[in-house]
């Protein structure tokens, strides 16, 4: 035997159902899937509308997917939290930095409340 699985090995499709019942090993489709997430610790896989087989059998269920995932990054995918910025704090890094208030409020979203590193910012530029 050359290569690996065997082509014609004498089953027909209902001789190898007849077969899986015999094992308790049933087969189904679910129908209407719309979507399925695989989550690893960098990436998600989106499967949509993918098509999902419960292969049943005594004492496990496999599901097969079936479908092209769209691969997305899990880093920094947690949404953050909002940084509450005080007018004080605002109007600090104006003073400091000599820029406008929108100015200081993107740097203070940026740096994440950090005055000292919002004000470090326009001084580098």
Do not use: H, W
């Not at 089953?11 to 209407?32: C, F, K, T, V, Y």
């Amino acid at each position: 035997m050359r290569g690996g699985f065997r082509k014609g090995i004498g089953l027909n499709p209902r001789q190898l159902n007849q077969m899986m019942r015999q094992m308790g090993i049933s087969i189904e489709e679910i129908s209407d899937v719309e979507e399925i997430v695989i989550k690893t610790r960098d990436a998600e896989l989106l499967f949509e509308k993918p098509l999902v087989t419960v292969i049943d059998a005594p004492g496990s269920k496999m599901y097969q997917i079936t479908g092209t995932p769209i691969k997305r990054s899990r880093l920094g995918a947690e949404p953050e939290s909002e940084v509450s910025l005080s007018p004080e704090d605002v109007a600090l890094v104006m003073e400091k930095a000599g820029c406008s208030e929108a100015e200081a409020r993107a740097a203070l979203a940026e740096t994440k409340g950090d005055l000292a590193e919002a004000i470090s910012r326009f001084s580098r530029e």
